[in-house]
């Protein structure tokens, strides 16, 4: 097992939540950058929110207002909370993290700067 492990997914109707975990307890680095990305069927992996170990917090524009996120210090779990959710955010999300603090998240290709990724859970809503 992996320094990052997803928990949460599961299937929603149109308007309902979730609230997706990704446990970061076994990542080793004290200066570091937390993220969700999510793949869609048929399209690219995007990223949706990250928070570096300031605390500092990027957040997909498009996403804003329905997404929230938030980290547990005690443990450093990551909390993506998903509120009306549409069938466009059906996607495998994943969590993802790098060394760095600064944390890519809408930039061209910003999947390709974090180092480990977890196995990624499914999030399915339905209309």
């Known amino acids: 097992q992996g320094p990052l492990v997803e928990s949460g997914g599961g299937s929603v109707q149109t308007g309902g939540s979730l609230k997706l975990s990704c446990d970061g307890s076994?990542?080793?680095?004290?200066?570091?950058?937390l993220a969700w990305f999510r793949r869609a069927p048929g399209k690219e992996r995007l990223g949706v929110a990250s928070m570096d170990s300031d605390g500092y917090i990027r957040m997909r524009d498009s996403l804003r207002g329905r997404f929230t996120l938030s980290k547990e210090r005690a443990n450093n779990t990551l909390y993506l909370q998903m509120n009306n959710l549409q069938p466009d955010d059906t996607a495998m999300y994943y969590c993802a993290a790098r060394d760095q603090l600064n944390c890519p998240l809408q930039s061209a290709n910003a999947e390709a700067y974090y180092q480990f990724w977890g196995q990624g859970i499914h999030v399915t809503v339905s209309a």
């Open positions: 076994r990542y080793p680095n004290s200066r570091y950058c």
